[in-house]
């Protein structure tokens, strides 16, 4: 019988076929996953050796959607670079949100996003950081970006406080909840605060 000329099987239709499962279950099984793809579970550790290393392809296809900086970057300042990278960071996990819980319980291995912690962290040595200051800054960086992202895919309706609002929560949230682009907005003002302090915290 004549071999096909593409294969069944592959890390990248391994991680597309995963990352739906999570979209749709907020996660995956391996014999869930093998059904999907309508294999032999077996037949999935030819190319993966564990669901953690399904789990970074996952978080690789995520961040793959980021368009990185080129590396000279001289003409332009390196804020401009890590708000830019920001953005799309939250972004490409606002399209997978129920991922995000499952990446925080694995070490970061995939080439994709340490290429891109590569950039974050060369721009914030540029800025004048100290090396334990450029993790603090990126830990900051991360947290907001996951967190923000995980507002996009919240309910309009985010805050029910009923009658244990005080008068500026009610006024806050008669303002602000169900409003289109909330999230957007709120992320927005967020990274302007978060920026202004790194630019007020650089030395160079």
Known sequence: ??????????????????????????????PDLAKRLKVSPSSLYNHVGSKADIIELMRGQAVATISLPDAATADRSWAAVIREIA??????????????????????????????????????????????????????????????????????????????ADAPLREALAAGLGRAGRADEAFEFGLDLIMAGLERAAVA
């Open 1 to 30: 019988m004549a071999r096909p000329l593409s294969p069944k099987l592959s890390p990248a239709l391994i991680a597309e076929a995963a990352l739906a499962l999570v979209d749709d279950r907020g996660e995956f099984t391996i």
């Open 87 to 164: 953005v799309q960071y939250r972004d490409s996990y606002a399209r997978h949100p129920r991922l995000i819980p499952l990446l925080t319980a694995y070490s970061v291995r995939d080439e994709t996003t340490i290429n891109m912690y590569n950039v974050l962290a060369g721009q914030f040595a540029r800025a004048g950081f100290s090396a334990a200051r450029v993790l603090e800054a990126i830990t900051v960086l991360d947290n907001y970006v996951l967190g923000s992202a995980l507002d996009v895919a919240a309910p309009d309706d985010v805050w029910d406080p009923g009658d244990a």
